[in-house]
């Protein structure tokens, strides 16, 4: 456990000015078998303190690979400085934020190391399920991987706390061909989530159902056939319509990316979707259920709020920073974090998700005459304009309202604005994802959601 030794150093703070100081410690862990070969084995770990001071409308920041009262005052002093330099070239002239009140978050999670030797022999029994069962794959690959964030905070005005975010996650990927020999693989997160690897998985038993369903999934695109290009009618299942609430919305309502000339800065309060979308930043609670990676305290000393993004097809809000909050008149809600002691928070998502409706997926099929049902995807990106594309690995055809062939890999592409104001039926279950990286310049752990979307959007074809 990350041990206190920078609350006392609190009366170090400058009068008059507003100091972060944040000790860390991250741990990552990962084991890879492939085709039953130990080809990745790694432990890593990092910690430090860092201090941020805001003088005037300018930041003063420093950090240290050591975690030690001595290191806190110097970082402190080094950040408070810098401060005070910049302001005096500068010159802003901004003043404070407005003060939030004081408060405490308790330590949510205690991060517990697992040795080392039980990562790999979870996933050889794994393995050895695959290679028993399903001899005839190409290849087949076994991943596990934990991490953790541990941070205590200390501010001037606002929360302080000791929050820990660990999280473990197996990974699947099964690889084949064609008839006519073309490869094709796919790839799931198995399992996994928010806690200690020991926490989740007590027995490989549990993945072997998921194995055989990824396996069966593996089999109908085996089979499958190129989906025709042009704009579709398509239900996007939960993974993408969550890759789009994070890639292609999220990213344009982060305050820093407004700022810098996103399309959500004139839509403000203007409809960018249809009136059945919803889509809300959870901080740690919905109310379908806990979110899938919880955040009490951001690294401003804000607690975190749900932030409510669109609503009914209006968009309401953007996630700020306390800076970014002043500016645009809104409320922090706890945004701003940041991946490693020596980084600097900046605006991040969540759990970012699209919010159920009221239709049932099995109605949703049976309404659509030609077009596709799209339930995964392994990568996507999205610009300032929120103009998209997205890799779609798997998915069915539609015909008459009824499944039909699996497809191979293809894209859909858009502008998510206007894409989602062609929703015009929402499922009433929500999928979530959390295995993931967000790659804004630092890395950080999110989660993404939504339900099932019946729109309209450009599909790649072959």
């Known amino acids: 456990m990350l041990g206190d030794f920078i609350s006392e150093k609190r009366t170090l703070f400058s009068t008059g000015v507003h100091t972060e ?10 084991v890879n078998l492939v085709a039953g070969n130990l ?54 002239e901004k003043g404070n934020y407005p003060q939030i009140p004081a408060g405490t978050v308790l330590l949510n999670k205690e991060v517990v190391d697992t040795e080392q030797k039980k990562y790999i022999e979870f ?32 501010t001037s005005d606002g929360y302080s706390g000791h929050i820990a975010s660990p999280r473990a ?23 996994g989530g928010f806690g200690n690897f020991e926490d989740i998985f007590t027995d490989p038993a549990m993945i072997y159902p998921k194995i055989d369903e990824l396996y069966e999934k593996l089999m109908h695109k085996r089979e499958g056939v190129y989906a025709e290009a042009g704009k579709k009618t398509v239900i996007l299942g939960g993974f993408l319509s969550g890759m789009l609430a994070h890639e292609a919305v999220g990213h344009t309502v982060e305050a820093d990316i407004v700022l810098g000339g996103s ?5 403000l309060n203007k409809r960018v979707a249809s009136d059945l979308v919803t889509m809300v930043d959870y901080a740690h609670t919905t109310p379908f259920g806990p979110a899938p990676l919880p955040v009490f305290l951001d690294d401003e000393g804000t607690p975190a709020e749900d932030a409510v993004l669109i609503k009914d097809g209006i968009l309401t809000g953007y996630m700020n920073s306390r800076e970014t909050a002043e500016h645009f008149g809104m409320k922090p809600q706890g945004n701003a974090r940041a991946w490693s002691f020596s980084d600097e928070p900046l605006i991040r998502m969540r759990n ?13 099929i049976a309404s659509v005459e030609d077009g596709y049902y799209l339930t995964d ?69 999110v989660g993404l959601g939504g339900p099932a979307l019946r729109c309209q959007v450009m599909v790649g074809g072959r």
């Open 21 to 30: 100081l944040r000790a860390q410690e991250n741990r990552q862990r990962r």
């Open 39 to 92: 080809t990745t084995n790694n432990r890593t770990e990092t910690s430090g303190v860092s201090a941020r001071v805001y003088k005037n409308g300018v930041y003063g920041f420093s950090s240290m690979a050591e975690c030690s009262g001595q290191a806190a005052e110097t970082v402190l002093k080094a950040a408070t400085e810098n401060a005070v330099f910049m302001d005096s070239h500068i010159g802003k």
């Open 123 to 154: 996933a050889r029994d794994l393995d050895d399920y695959i290679v028993k069962k399903y001899p005839k794959l190409s290849s087949r690959t076994v991943s596990i991987s934990a991490d953790s964030m541990e941070k205590r905070i200390i």
């Open 169 to 191: 996650y197996v990974y699947l990927f099964l690889n084949s061909e064609t008839a006519a020999g073309v490869p094709i693989e796919l790839f799931c997160a198995a399992a």
């Open 263 to 267: 399309v959500a800065g004139p839509a």
């Open 352 to 364: 970012t998700a699209v919010l159920p409706g009221k239709d049932k997926l099995e109605d949703m």
């Open 377 to 445: 995807t392994v990568n996507g990106q999205a610009d300032l304009t929120g103009e998209f594309m997205f890799g779609v690995s798997m998915g069915y055809e539609i015909k008459h309202g009824k499944l039909g062939r699996a497809i191979l890999d293809t894209t859909i592409s858009g502008v998510a604005f206007d894409m989602l104001k062609s929703v015009d039926m929402v499922s009433d279950s929500v999928i979530w994802s959390s295995s993931g990286f967000c790659g804004k310049k630092q890395i950080m752990p």
